[in-house]
């Protein structure tokens, strides 16, 4: 057995998990888990990263001695270094309003369509590209001569060595899918310098070793080497799909649902783009074709609204809630930012014409409904533009927790469900990591090893689907 931390950042929260892998055997244990809560400042919303990279280390000093460290979160967002490799100001959040505006002015010297083309990734508002654009002609921009992802930055302050991880700087919207290299045309056009970007390295790539200070600050011995894993989140969590074959849909739950294929080709087609599917990369050379959706965000800002009441009384009571009754359209942006969720779906709801639900049962109940139809959508509507059928759909993530969204899902789609592992992307971050050592084989063994080990729950589709058909079709008329 060997034991391997995962630094896994989620929007909400962060965690340090331990792993220990043998030839037939895989643990996770949560050393340490800590809040991860943005701050609004004048200029606008900011991830406050040293009170997370001070998580991190407590969570390592948790941990104990490990025999490797690799680190994923969320994707795009990025923090400057200066010509002394000093931090200029805290990151900025994908949810900061500064990126209004922004796609447009991209679109003026690279149309939406050619963009696409070249580099494969769906539009949303607050790509890299856009903030980049966003950020043009700012003094820390001007100053910046580094320019690191959030895991990147963090295994920089680690290590003391610097790198672009390749499954997260795929959804910069500056990758060219084919390639797996920069898209140099794209970037030249926009007058952005690739040179603000650390080397790329691969998931499995070594990334250093912990720092002196980092070892006396954790209490480890050293050498510890940190191992690249696929760094965005949503890379290493499909990476932990417990498949057994090709003919699967995965959807990766959280604050966002990803849902969508593992390919091994792009698919770059004008179909493509106007369905809004993006083509990020993955492990060993895979393709990630999948759609954003708002996910359980909605809930979550709802949850807040009303003062965090008891979720499983609420899920229970949304539970006897007539089903469909109301939906809404859990990709539209309208939601992407925080603040009176309640009212706004209550809203959305009564600007359609549909029963406007106002206890926290209908709107949770409309919430998980909306969630189930879109996955619907975004899982049928891969298969076909991947002329790619699948079998069944895994959900892995904080939503396998969420029985009731787990049932619809399979209800929605007509297909069994499988749901887990919860813990995906931290579990594929440590068989990334172990896999680094020899201790696993591919991406199939790595599957297998999950499927034995790891708790599953399936769910079979039951229900109307006319039912489903109908409320997808009322979706589409508005």
Known sequence: MRSYAAVDLGASSGRVMVGRVGPDSLELAEAHRFPNRPVRVPEGLRWDVLSLYAGVLQGLRAAGQVDSVGIDSWAVDYGLLDADGALLGNPVHYRDARTEGAAEKVWATVPAAELYAATGLQYAPFNTLYQLA??????????????????????????????????????????????????????????IDLELFAPLRRPGDPAGLLRAEVLQETGLTGPVPVTTVGSHDTASAVAAVPATGERFAYICTGTWSLAGLELTAPVLTEESRAANFTNELGLDGTVRYLRNIMGLWLLQECLRAWGEPDLGALLREAAAVPALRSVVDAGDAAFLAPGRMPERIAEACRASGQPVPGTPAEITRCILDSLALAHRRAVDEAQRLADHPVDVVHIVGGGTRNALLCQLTADACGLPVVAGPTEAAALGNVLVQARAHQLVGDRADMRRLLARTQTLTRYEPRGDAERWREAEARLATR
């Open 134 to 191: 966003a950020a043009h002609g700012t003094r820390q921009l001007a100053h910046a001569r580094r320019l690191l992802l959030i895991p990147d930055l963090l295994a920089y302050w680690l290590t003391g060595e610097q790198g672009t991880e390749l499954t997260n700087a795929s959804t910069t919207q500056l990758i060219d899918p084919v390639t797996g290299d920069w898209s140099y045309d794209i970037a030249a056009r926009l007058g």
